[in-house]
């Protein structure tokens, strides 16, 4: 088992086991909603856009995402109305933590009416918003009024030759540390950084955007980078082994793991023996961790994936607009998680997945 990490099943379904052990008479309010795996669904990411302002060359290569590729017509997209009741099925079947990404969510300005809206939703414990940062000068304030936190900020590199190559993109890297400013100026706590690294790409920077998180007060993550998708040409000799960039930051800067808040935590924590905080590591290609995976995934137009890998969703949006009641969209959204066995990156064979999966800047990352 990785660092960091703590094994086995997922302590929702044992607490509540446990829970019934010690007092079968009288249960709790409601059972966890467990898939095939005894997994509760706890995280839920939202994709409010397929659309982007750049062009990762591992996400959205402009080859495969130019001026003809066929977007979703906005009158497609679940209405906030709509995603806002989705959204409150998940809450009651468990989920507490929701995660706005895409594509860029901040391609949607309206972006702080739904804060709003799902902010005082009650069970909600964390709203994060994953966004490559361009737009956060002009929206960080109105999300912190709206009720937003924390926010994960995108950067790859720290120099704008790899930036530009890396993110397809004639912007400079001051366009994401504006919005690292902007969000850091607005209270918005923590802001993280997730950095994929691609070796011969990037890896180059790990020092350095390291370096610069340290000084900033900001937390990285590194990520590994993923067979996402059928686009991005992945290679696993791309893929930079978190055990790699692990031993190089404890080369420059000692660390040591952190006992993971929760369990289903996608990063291994470190902390600096310095004291400057924590860096973190998302190993899953190296070491995966489908089996503590409580992520549900639903799509702009409200499609519910159980898995970043799979080839098809489940339509919630037809549930809703048919006129089903909330005890009908939670029997949907329960049904779909009952069936699920997903465990693609257990199932990862050396040359990467196989067959059609959904593109990650459609799903949500
Ligand atoms: N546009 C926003 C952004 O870039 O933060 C949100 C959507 S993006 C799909 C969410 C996260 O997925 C980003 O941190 C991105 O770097 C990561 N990501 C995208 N493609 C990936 C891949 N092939 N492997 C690993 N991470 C990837
Ligand atoms: Fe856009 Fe984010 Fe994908 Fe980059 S990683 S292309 S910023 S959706
Ligand atoms: Fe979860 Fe699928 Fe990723 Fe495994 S591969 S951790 S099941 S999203």
């Not at 995108?154 to 504006?178: K, M, N, Q």
């Not at 993971?260 to 070491?287: C, H, K, M, N, W």
């Amino acid at each position: 088992m990785s660092a960091g990490r703590s094994d086995g099943c997922i302590c929702r379904a044992r607490r509540y086991r446990a829970r019934m052990a010690a007092d079968p008479v009288t249960p709790p309010a409601s059972p966890p909603v467990l898939d095939r795996l005894d997994r509760p669904v706890e995280d839920l990411r939202v994709s409010l856009t397929d659309r982007c302002n750049l062009r990762c060359t591992y996400c959205m290569p402009r080859e495969m995402f130019g001026p003809d590729h066929a977007f979703l017509p906005r009158e497609e997209l679940l209405s906030f109305e709509e995603l806002t009741r989705v959204l409150a099925a998940f809450i009651d079947l468990g989920v507490s933590k929701l995660r706005l990404t895409g594509g860029e969510p901040l391609l949607r300005t309206d972006l702080p009416d739904l804060i709003a809206m799902i902010a005082p939703l009650p069970g909600v414990q964390d709203i994060a918003l994953t966004t490559n940062g361009i737009l956060l000068p002009r929206l960080a304030g109105r999300l912190v009024a709206a009720g937003l936190k924390r926010v994960t900020i995108s950067l790859d590199a720290l120099d704008d030759e790899t930036f530009r190559r890396v993110a397809d993109t004639p912007l400079s890297v001051r366009a994401v540390t504006e919005g690292v400013e902007a969000a850091l100026a607005a209270g918005l706590s923590p802001v993280k950084i997730n950095s994929v690294i691609q070796r011969g790409v990037n890896d180059h920077q790990i020092e350095d955007l390291a370096g610069w998180a340290r000084d900033t007060g900001v937390t990285l993550r590194f990520i590994e980078f993923m067979d996402v998708g059928t686009t991005n040409g992945w290679q696993r000799e791309r893929v930079v082994p978190a055990d790699e960039v692990q031993a190089r930051i404890h080369a420059r800067w000692p660390i040591a793991p952190v006992e993971p808040d929760r369990q289903g935590e996608v990063a291994e924590r470190f902390r600096y023996l310095d004291g400057a905080g924590e860096v973190g590591i998302v190993a899953s290609v190296t070491r995966p961790f489908c089996r503590t995976c409580v992520r549900a995934r639903l799509s702009a137009i409200g499609e519910l994936y159980t898995c970043l890998f799979a080839a098809t969703g489940h339509d919630l949006r037809a549930v809703v607009r048919g006129g089903a009641s909330d005890e009908e969209l939670r029997a949907a959204i329960a049904s779909v998680w009952r069936a699920r066995t997903d465990r693609a990156s257990e199932l990862r064979t050396e040359g990467g997945l196989t067959g059609e999966r959904v593109e990650m800047s459609y799903i949500g990352g």
